[in-house]
């Protein structure tokens, strides 16, 4: 399984990034699929995560509001949009896909399929 992140830039605090994963060669029909984040000298953290199955999402709490994770009509790729970016934001985001998972989950350990990641960075 071969994950594909893109879409990270240089934004102006205030601005928006949409973030895309995309799986090589499959869909995430059936995957659980989440985007993590890591900034440097912390430990990656659960953003969000969307479960195929049954269309069901879940936000880490200081996600909630700015961050929509959504998938394209084809569950080809996983999107995370995120809107009114703070300096906080920079990190590199990470997505990571699991088709054994029944939840949402936003634990690192719960995942063994990682993409490379892609750098966000937000100017104040």
């Known amino acids: 399984v071969q994950l594909q992140a893109s879409g990270g830039g240089l934004v102006q605090a205030g601005g928006s990034l949409r973030l895309s994963c995309v799986g090589s060669g499959f869909t995430f029909d059936n995957y659980v699929v989440s985007w993590f984040r890591q900034a440097p000298g912390k430990e990656r953290e659960g953003v969000a995560c969307?479960?195929?199955?049954?269309?069901?999402?879940n936000y880490m709490n200081s996600a909630k509001g700015r961050f929509t994770i959504s998938n394209d009509n084809n569950k080809s790729a996983v999107i995370l949009q995120i809107n009114s970016l703070k300096p906080e934001d920079t990190a590199r985001y990470f997505c990571?896909?699991?088709?054994?998972?029944?939840?949402?989950?936003?634990?690192?350990?719960?995942?063994?399929?990682w993409g490379q990641g892609t750098q966000v960075t937000v100017s104040s």
């Open positions: 969307i479960n195929h199955r049954d269309g069901s999402t």
């Open positions: 990571a896909a699991d088709n054994v998972l029944r939840y949402c989950g936003l634990y690192t350990d719960l995942y063994d399929n």
